[in-house]
């Protein structure tokens, strides 16, 4: 049977009970008699404090044991369960036995570095050069329970409104957002292999699209890889993406969707991780919980990319000096851009639909105007996009002339187009980074916080 963990002996009745902890060694105080240490096992922020008397008379091994134990050691401790005579903890145990399974020295002996994780506040970027190590710190225990349980929120949001978990290709020979942003597989003779180039995945939404022809909503959520060069707080060259798709689905009903998922996922958290969300309230986003709150139940703003950039045109013309990059109708809009949308013209997450056709992808559905296409990107504060969709093009020759335009040979994409050629049906999806739902959520700055081994340029170390 696998031993008790932590967080449900803390809400134990003590009763003198026998007890077993398991953990790691977060401190240990020494006074004449008592020896006080902290064990913790990462199911909650507490640890658990264990007791020795040494005047109950301890048994010579534990003893030995107790004067060589060193924070981080890993241990198992026996006792009894009473109520503690300390404030701010309900429970301890009176120790009597102490098991060491592995030691983790303090002290760097020749080439052997000592426990580089010591009871002080240490930096997220020390933490990210000892990433085997940081999860045993409270912030990244807390990102990896977190992401757990909003992982699978995912699911139960979906899987609940009939949407079916499909599992996409990571290895395609196709490029989705054809932005030429995709990793090479290389195989000893590639040609041979495959009969063509292959690529890691950018999206799965090509694929999804061909079931969502076929049983209506599917979503896919796994990794997704972008060769992109760009070194910042919320871009990652493996990152994990969640793609519903729904026949008989136009914009409208698309934004419906993404706004009322990403408010589950708000209110998920809410309910599941209270005491995570409480300490990201206090060490890295005052204020999180209660922006949360609100944003799970206000509506989200609505706005057209073209009434986006006169908003964005009027502001630069007020104020020069506001951002760097002037704001122009048919330029992909830049990060200052959206921080200000988010922030000062709707004041919180808003919905910039109907983009220019050349900034988007070739798939995405032409309207009348003939300029612009039915896209939507989630904009939020902070991060700016969350999600990025779009209702799709279903009619086959519009497509056809769109791939032309872009130099994408049909040949490549032939059962692509097949999807209009039987049974076509308006169909529209999008696309969450998980990451950056979950750096919105508990406010940490860096991307490379919130995935357990980040990947970047630069950046593969283990
Ligand atoms: O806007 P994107 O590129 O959309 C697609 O890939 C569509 N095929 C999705 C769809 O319609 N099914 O990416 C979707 C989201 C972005 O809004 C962003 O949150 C995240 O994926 N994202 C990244 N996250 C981390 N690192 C990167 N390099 C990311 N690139 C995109
Ligand atoms: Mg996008």
């Not at 630069?316 to 990059?325: D, M």
């Amino acid at each position: 049977m696998l031993p008790k963990l932590i967080k449900y002996l803390l809400k134990e009745a003590p009763q003198s009970q026998d007890t077993e902890v398991h953990g790691w060694v977060r401190t240990k105080r020494d006074t004449k008699n008592l020896i006080f240490i902290e064990v913790y096992d990462g199911s909650c922020f507490d640890g658990i404090q264990c007791t020795f008397d040494r005047s109950a008379g301890l048994n010579g091994k534990t003893e030995a044991l107790l004067d060589s134990l060193t924070t981080g050691a890993s241990v198992k401790i026996k006792g009894k369960l009473i109520s503690s005579p300390a404030c701010g903890q309900a429970v301890e145990v009176a120790a009597s036995e102490l098991f060491v399974f592995g030691e983790a020295p303090a002290e760097t002996i020749g080439d052997i570095q000592g426990y580089p994780l010591q009871k002080k506040r240490h930096s997220l970027e020390f933490l990210r050069e000892i990433a085997h190590l940081r999860p045993r710190t409270n912030t990244f225990g807390a990102v990896a329970r977190l992401r757990s349980r909003l992982a699978f929120a995912v699911h139960r949001y979906f899987i609940e409104r009939d949407f079916h978990y499909l599992h996409t290709p990571i290895i395609t020979s196709g490029d989705c957002e054809g932005a030429g942003a995709m990793f090479s597989v290389s195989t000893p003779d590639p040609k041979e292999f495959f009969g063509k180039k292959t690529f890691l995945t950018v999206s799965g939404q090509l694929e999804a699209e061909t079931y969502a022809a076929a049983i209506s909503r599917v979503y896919t959520f796994g990794p997704t890889f972008r060769a992109e060069n760009s070194n910042t707080a919320r871009h990652l060259a493996e990152f994990w993406m969640v793609e519903p798709e729904a026949a008989f689905a136009g914009l409208e009903e698309n934004m419906e969707l993404a706004e009322d998922f990403l408010k589950y996922m708000f209110n998920s958290v809410l309910e599941e991780c209270p005491d995570e969300l409480a300490f990201f309230d206090e060490y890295v986003e005052k204020g999180i919980i209660e922006n949360l709150k609100n944003v799970a139940a206000a509506k989200f703003s609505h706005i057209t990319y073209t009434d986006a950039v006169k908003e964005l045109e009027k502001a630069h013309s007020a104020n020069k000096g506001l951002f760097e990059f002037e704001p122009r109708w048919g330029c992909d809009l830049q990060s200052e851009h959206e921080k200000f949308l988010t922030e000062k013209t709707a004041g919180g997450p808003v919905i910039v639909t109907d983009y220019p056709k050349e900034i988007k992808a070739f798939y995405m559905k032409l309207n009348d105007d003939g300029k612009t296409v039915r896209a939507m990107d989630v904009l939020v504060p902070r991060l700016g996009e969350i999600i990025g969709g779009s209702q799709r093009e279903d009619d086959l020759n519009k497509l056809m002339a769109r791939m032309a335009e872009m130099n994408i040979e049909p040949q490549d994409y032939w059962w692509y187009l097949d999807l209009r050629r039987y049974g076509s049906v308006p169909h529209s999806g999008f696309g969450l980074g998980f990451e950056r739902l979950i750096q919105y959520v508990c406010g940490m700055a860096n991307i490379r916080d919130v995935i357990p081994f980040p990947r970047a340029a630069g950046q593969a170390e283990f």
